[in-house]
């Protein structure tokens, strides 16, 4: 089955960048569609860039300009290269894998990550 390890969380000042990074093992069907979310406390979670095995992608015109998702050329790991961070963007940041279809019955429907957590301070 599918597991994702974030990584690449931490502390940065405003104006500053981070790359977060995601490990993906299994079933590359089952892992078609990779996307980093974040969430605050009491807030819910929210879609910030996905990426596919086969390249699209798709961006929340709230990161875009800033946040940039992309993928290693073996598929295994998943990045999100942020800029210009603000204490705004302090949150848990999570990867997701969604399988191909649902007729990859094999396969979980989609998987979480344990998440990182991005700190930005003024």
């Known amino acids: 089955q599918v597991q994702l390890v974030e990584s690449g969380g931490g502390s940065v000042e405003a104006g500053g960048s981070l790359r977060l990074a995601c490990a993906a093992s299994?079933?590359?069907?089952?892992?078609?569609?990779m996307s980093w979310y974040r969430q605050v406390p009491g807030k819910e979670r929210e879609v910030l860039s996905m990426?596919?095995?086969?390249?699209?992608?798709w961006s929340a015109e709230s990161v875009k300009g800033r946040f940039a998702v992309s993928q290693s050329s073996d598929l295994n790991t998943v990045y999100l290269e942020m800029n210009h961070l603000s204490p705004e963007d302090t949150a848990m940041y999570y990867c997701?894998?969604?399988?191909?279809?649902?007729?990859?019955?094999?396969?979980?429907?989609?998987?979480w990550g344990q998440g990182t957590q991005v700190t930005v301070s003024s």
């Open positions: 997701k894998a969604d399988r191909r279809t649902p007729l990859y019955t094999e396969c979980a429907p989609f998987v």
């Open positions: 299994g079933p590359i069907d089952c892992r078609y569609r």
């Open positions: 990426i596919t095995r086969t390249g699209s992608i």
